[in-house]
């Protein structure tokens, strides 16, 4: 059974944590990266903890109202790339809102808690596939970069200034 304010703890422990933050960034890359997004509700979830990170490994768990359970085809592309990924049916408390006297907890100012269905979904995703997205991810940066660079004329034209202006550094370049 999860608490909302264990949730709302971690999601301030995120925001203070600049490696968790980054961490999680990453984890989140290779969602997108795997399309996992374009799965019914799988953009929906809420980060319930998370990342727990291990030596070979990164986990967070997410949350989803009962009636919209994450399509199993995105957690089955998960796992084919390595990643575990463990369903569940579990509750949240949740303060209710007070409309009436009875919505009070006996003796305080305080909302009763209850408990709403909810699926939590955990995936433990290993270091090794973050870090080849991450990498792909740069690849393609610097070939874009060098594709931008092959067909912008300022681009060629600033390098060939600078070698005009210092011939002991210009480099031939093949006809």
Not at 116 to 129: A, Q, S
Request: proline share 7%.
């Amino acid at each position: 059974m999860h608490d909302i304010l264990d949730v709302i703890r971690n999601l301030q422990t995120l925001s203070e944590n600049n490696s968790a933050f980054n961490t999680l960034k990453e984890y989140e890359r290779v969602f997108d990266e795997l399309d996992i997004y374009v799965f019914k509700n799988w953009e929906e979830g809420e980060l319930v903890s998370g990342p727990n990170i291990s030596r070979y490994s990164v986990s967070c768990t997410f949350m989803w109202p009962e009636k919209e359970m994450p399509d199993p085809e995105g957690g089955r592309r998960l796992y084919e790339y390595g990643c575990q990924v463990i369903y569940k049916k579990e509750n949240v408390l949740i303060p209710r809102k007070i409309k009436d006297p009875d919505d009070y907890r006996p003796g305080t100012k305080k909302g009763k808690i209850d408990a709403h269905p909810i699926w939590t979904v955990t995936v433990i995703m290993p270091k090794t596939l973050m870090r080849d997205v991450y990498v792909g991810k740069e690849n393609k940066d610097h070939i874009q970069m060098a594709e931008l660079m092959r067909y912008n004329p300022s681009a060629t034209m600033n390098a060939d200034e600078a070698a005009q202006e210092n011939p002991s550094n210009a480099q031939e370049t093949p006809a």
